[in-house]
């Protein structure tokens, strides 16, 4: 069984930047599919980012140029680089690899 555990989530003003983490308990280099979701209060968790295979990147419309997700394929860290952050981007943001889940890391964006 895979454990997620990702970090790097807090409270920063809007245009701000995070990088949040998602470090994995064994190696996921083998795992095809990769990458995060969120969820902010009183909606559905929705898709953010993905890494296919090794460096194929797809993004959501409302983060495309602002969000970068990359890995490290020799070890096993999952990366989000958020930019330009703003308040609507305030969510519980989790890493998933194939069908494994993280319990999640707070990002709240406000002044």
């Known amino acids: 069984q895979v454990q997620l555990v990702e970090s790097g989530g807090g409270l920063v003003q809007p245009g701000g930047s995070l990088r949040l983490s998602c470090v994995a308990s064994?190696?996921?280099?083998?795992?095809?599919?990769v990458g995060w979701y969120r969820q902010a209060p009183g909606k559905q968790r929705e898709w953010v980012a993905s890494i296919l295979n090794r460096d194929d990147t797809h993004y959501a419309d409302f983060v495309k140029g602002r969000f970068t997700i990359s890995r490290d394929n020799d070890k096993n860290p999952i990366y989000l680089q958020m930019s330009s952050l703003k308040p609507e981007d305030t969510a519980v943001y989790y890493c998933f690899a194939s069908a494994h889940w993280g319990q999640g890391t707070q990002v709240a964006i406000s002044s």
């Open positions: 064994t190696s996921i280099s083998n795992i095809y599919n």
